[in-house]
């Protein structure tokens, strides 16, 4: 499983979003030469795409796991716990997603993340081989 290899790593690339709130459409009729990973592979462009990744656990010698501070938002320990940072800006938490419950998550996310955004990358935690390796 995951915890033989160490914590997953997840990126993310979303469009990005102008300072007057407006949001980069994103349509590609050809996903491969012009969808945001190829955007991305091609050293794409700050005012197109935002970048963000996994925040990396610690190792706490003490209870033998990897751990991330979730201010108390985050009770039970498992793998598809996540926070993503910027790659600009590496100290703020863009969201945070984890177990609370048996089949209970909390999940937060602040600007520019949408809704719908922050949806979407926590579901692709539940699939394994979308988002993470």
């Keep these: ?9 997840m990126g ?13 459409v994103c ?20 005012q197109l795409i935002d970048t963000y990744n996994n925040k990396p656990p610690k190792w706490n010698d003490t209870i033998g796991a990897y751990v991330l501070n979730f201010n108390k938002r985050v009770t039970e320990a498992s793998v598809k716990n996540f926070q ?27 600007y520019p993340v949408s809704p719908f ?7 692709s935690s539940f699939d394994y081989k979308l988002g993470c390796e």
């Design 12 to 24: 993310v690339v979303i469009p990005h979003t102008q300072p007057n709130g407006e949001r980069l």
């Design 117 to 123: 955004q922050a949806f979407a990358m926590c579901l």
């Design 27 to 46: 349509r590609t009729l050809t996903p491969q030469s012009e969808g945001l990973l190829a955007l991305l592979k091609n050293g794409g462009s700050a």
């Design 1 to 9: 499983g995951a915890s033989a290899k160490g914590p997953r790593k």
């Design 84 to 110: 993503l940072i910027s790659t600009t800006d590496p100290e703020t938490v863009y969201l945070q997603f984890g177990r609370v419950g048996k089949e209970v998550f909390n999940l937060d996310f602040r």
